[in-house]
């Protein structure tokens, strides 16, 4: 039985759980409500695009721009969903021709404006967690200021050490230049928004 997710490697650690609860493997697979094609991972980790479903293309910035071939009252042609892909040309080993996904960047709109004029998305900033062994369960970047960002995390009480901390902050800073300045704050919950979701990014100044 595998588990929907949309932005594949940030959970691994309830991955492993199904895993051991069900005694079969997961596999992510990445879809929107508008209808776009689904996405799915295969045996070897790549995530395929489903070409009998549609085609996903993206633009110069990386913004997904979707064909759907099973939406028929209202047709989707390129159509701009907001999420940010990118796309591979490899083959993938497990020997399917379908073209590969390499990584699902998160919505156009949820990035961190730095003081230099540029972006940094949610994807690389979800993706920082990703050299802690699955010891936070939850992150929320808030940017108080162009100079100023704040990073909440929730972690796992029984895998979290003290550095662990030091070493997210490495690691987001590294995203950064000088200019940012980045903090680090210990929550129990993060709260959510009114649709029932967690904004992983949020820009609070005007």
Same mark, same amino acid.
């Given at each position: #039985?595998?588990?929907?997710?949309?932005? /594949?490697?940030?959970?691994?650690? %309830?991955? *492993?759980? *199904?895993?051991?609860m069900f005694q079969a493997p997961v596999y992510d697979q990445y879809a929107s409500?508008?209808?776009?094609?689904?996405?799915?991972?295969?045996?070897?980790?790549? =995530?395929?695009?489903?070409?009998? =479903?549609?085609?996903?293309?993206?633009?110069?910035?990386? @913004?997904?721009?979707?064909?759907?071939?099973?939406?028929?009252?209202?047709?989707?042609?390129?159509?701009?969903?907001?999420?940010? #892909?990118?796309?591979?040309?490899? #083959?993938?080993?497990?020997?399917?021709?379908?073209?590969?996904?390499?990584?699902?960047?998160?919505?156009? #709109?949820?990035?961190?404006?730095? $003081?230099?004029?540029?972006?940094?998305? @949610?994807?690389? &900033?979800?993706?920082?967690?990703?050299?802690?062994?699955?010891?936070?369960?939850?992150?929320?970047?808030?940017?108080?200021?162009i100079d100023e960002i704040e990073m909440l995390y929730v972690k796992d009480e029984?895998?979290?050490? $003290?550095?662990?901390?030091?070493? &997210?902050?490495?690691?987001?800073?590294?995203?950064?230049?000088?200019? =940012?300045?980045?903090?680090? /704050?210990?929550?129990?919950?993060?709260?959510? @928004?009114?649709? %029932?979701?967690?904004?992983?990014?949020? /820009? *609070?100044?005007?």
């Amino acid at each position: #039985m595998a588990e929907a997710v949309k932005t /594949r490697g940030r959970n691994q650690s %309830g991955r *492993l759980l *199904l895993e051991e609860m069900f005694q079969a493997p997961v596999y992510d697979q990445y879809a929107s409500s508008e209808g776009a094609p689904i996405v799915t991972e295969c045996e070897c980790g790549k =995530m395929h695009l489903r070409p009998e =479903m549609g085609i996903i293309e993206t633009d110069v910035f990386g @913004e997904a721009l979707v064909t759907s071939f099973t939406t028929h009252g209202t047709p989707l042609i390129r159509y701009r969903i907001g999420d940010r #892909m990118t796309i591979s040309e490899a #083959m993938c080993p497990c020997g399917r021709q379908d073209t590969i996904i390499e990584s699902i960047d998160g919505r156009q #709109m949820n990035y961190v404006e730095t $003081p230099e004029g540029y972006k940094v998305f @949610e994807g690389d &900033l979800t993706a920082a967690v990703g050299v802690l062994p699955n010891s936070i369960i939850q992150i929320q970047v808030l940017q108080h200021k162009i100079d100023e960002i704040e990073m909440l995390y929730v972690k796992d009480e029984t895998r979290f050490e $003290p550095e662990h901390e030091v070493a &997210l902050q490495k690691e987001v800073e590294r995203l950064f230049t000088s200019r =940012m300045k980045v903090l680090l /704050r210990d929550v129990k919950s993060i709260k959510k @928004e009114k649709n %029932g979701k967690v904004r992983v990014v949020k /820009r *609070l100044y005007t």
